[in-house]
């Protein structure tokens, strides 16, 4: 149980891992939740803390605070993506983020798709350095990334078994899919909405898989990156009809992923290289900086100990032409 | 390759239990007041086959007499908030007041708000369709006192 749960990961894993979550957290203040920074206009009345508030001395969010926080946090999570000082620029942004949700949380509606997010943040610190690339391989790195898994898997059977505390078996054949298309369904919703019986097959099915999510621990590497990979379509169907997007646990699930294998830097250099040395286009790229587009070509890069089968089908896809993706 | 103590690995079990164990029993006890380890109650609850869905807004009406939709947009203030504390209005309509404060924070050169009211569009679902036909229903109202 502690082998599986502390299985070492290539430190290139846990590399591309922290440069995805710490961009997302800078995203998340700016693009994703900006209604977040408008907790400075509401009246402090109106903020009413959770559990968690009342325990530890956090004070009332005034235009001050709030702006002390995300001017704070921004830059700390963008120094935190390029990997430089892990533990003290990992622990700054978790204890920020942590109370950038505990504001946001705090006015009387809580969201349920940070806690894989946050078990990231919390566990990223410990995993040490790690570099892009670095095929050896972390145990500390591997628990962080396991524990976001666990995290992530949680939401869905946890999520499961809330339906059948509040709503009870008869939630399978109700309307709570119907609700939400009203509420704020879009127009791909509202056809779908008229098919006789469909939403309440998606309902069971919807239950289904949230009880059986836990299974992905116990495929093969190949079986488990296709039902993640279900669990992706899930979410897109979901913005496609209710437009909740989950975005903090669609990117804490990347835990699941070979992420070592995306080099969008590595990628724009061979990228630029090339069209420099474009007067002998036949030679083979310098110092090995091959891209993924070339699946032929021999790659540097996957160690003889890296946990990914050969067999695993590529995840990647020609990416090079979307240029780099870390500051 | 890269390996942990025995402490290190001691720890990081106790840890992960830990946070397993708080969020089985925020799961089966809990609210969402026990954020992060609440139960994941999004659209958990059950909605029998033939009722009626709210889809609630916040609306004001302004000096001039125009009606002002007063969503997150206006307010800072999310649909979601409204609802999880509808009871508190509905009990001390005065409340709203504070939802005139925000959009007045947002809009300095607007007119003010004399009215906040809360209404829900009723609408009709059969057999787990939605029917297309609706009804509003203003739940809370405030007035300036002039």
């Known amino acids: 149980m502690t082998r599986w749960l502390t299985e070492a990961v290539p430190r290139g894993r846990v590399a591309a891992f922290r440069t995805l979550v710490y961009l997302f957290v800078a995203a998340d203040l700016v693009v994703f939740t900006p209604w977040i920074r408008t907790r400075a206009d509401v009246p402090g009345e109106l903020y009413q803390p959770l559990l968690i508030g009342r325990l530890l001395p956090l004070p009332t969010p005034t235009p001050t605070v709030v702006a002390a926080i995300f001017w704070t946090l921004l830059p700390l999570a963008l120094l935190a993506a390029t990997g430089r000082a892990p533990r003290l620029l990992g622990w700054s942004v978790f204890a920020l983020y942590f109370e950038w949700m505990i504001i946001a949380m705090s006015y009387g509606k809580v969201d349920h798709d940070r806690i894989g997010l946050l078990v990231a943040l919390a566990a990223l610190p410990t995993a040490g350095r790690a570099r892009h690339g670095d095929p050896t391989r972390t145990e500390a790195g591997g628990w962080a990334l396991r524990v976001t898994q666990i995290a992530v898997i949680c939401t869905y059977f946890l999520a499961a078994w809330a339906k059948l505390r509040f709503g009870g078996l008869d939630w399978a054949t109700g309307s709570v899919l119907a609700r939400a298309i009203i509420r704020r369904g879009t127009e791909f919703a509202d056809l779908i909405a008229q098919v006789p019986y469909l939403l309440i097959v998606a309902q069971f ?41 989950f975005a903090p646990h669609l990117v804490a699930m990347a835990s699941f992923l070979p992420l070592e294998r995306i080099r969008p830097l590595v990628w724009a250099r061979s990228l630029i290289t090339r069209r420099r040395d474009g007067a002998a286009p036949t030679g083979p790229a310098p110092d090995g900086d091959v891209p993924a587009s070339a699946p032929h070509d021999d790659v540097p890069a996957p160690a003889p100990h890296d946990d990914i089968p050969t067999a695993a089908p590529p995840l990647t896809g020609p990416a090079p032409a979307v240029g780099p993706a870390t500051p | 390759m890269e390996t942990l103590t025995t402490l290190g690995r001691a720890v990081r079990l106790g840890a992960t239990a830990l946070g397993l164990a708080l969020l089985l029993v925020g799961t089966i006890w809990g609210v969402d007041d026990d954020f992060p380890f609440g139960p994941f109650r999004m659209y958990s609850t059950s909605e029998p086959p033939n009722a009626p869905a709210p889809d609630t807004r916040v609306e004001g009406l302004d000096r001039t007499g125009a009606v002002v939709a007063l969503g997150q947009e206006a307010t800072g203030i999310r649909r979601a908030e409204i609802e999880g504390r509808q009871s508190r209005y509905a009990a001390d309509p005065a409340l709203l007041r504070q939802v005139a404060d925000a959009y007045a924070e947002r809009h300095p050169g607007a007119p003010g708000l004399v009215e906040v009211r809360i209404v829900i569009r009723w609408y009709g679902i059969h057999q787990g369709r939605p029917t297309g036909r609706w009804i509003d229903e203003t739940t809370v109202r405030w007035q300036a006192s002039r």
């Open chain 1, 205 to 245: 099915g919807i239950l289904a898989f949230e009880l059986l999510s836990p299974v992905v621990f116990l495929l093969p590497e190949r079986w488990r990156l296709a039902m993640v990979g279900f669990f992706y379509s899930f979410h897109l169907a979901t913005i496609a009809t209710i437009t909740i997007s």
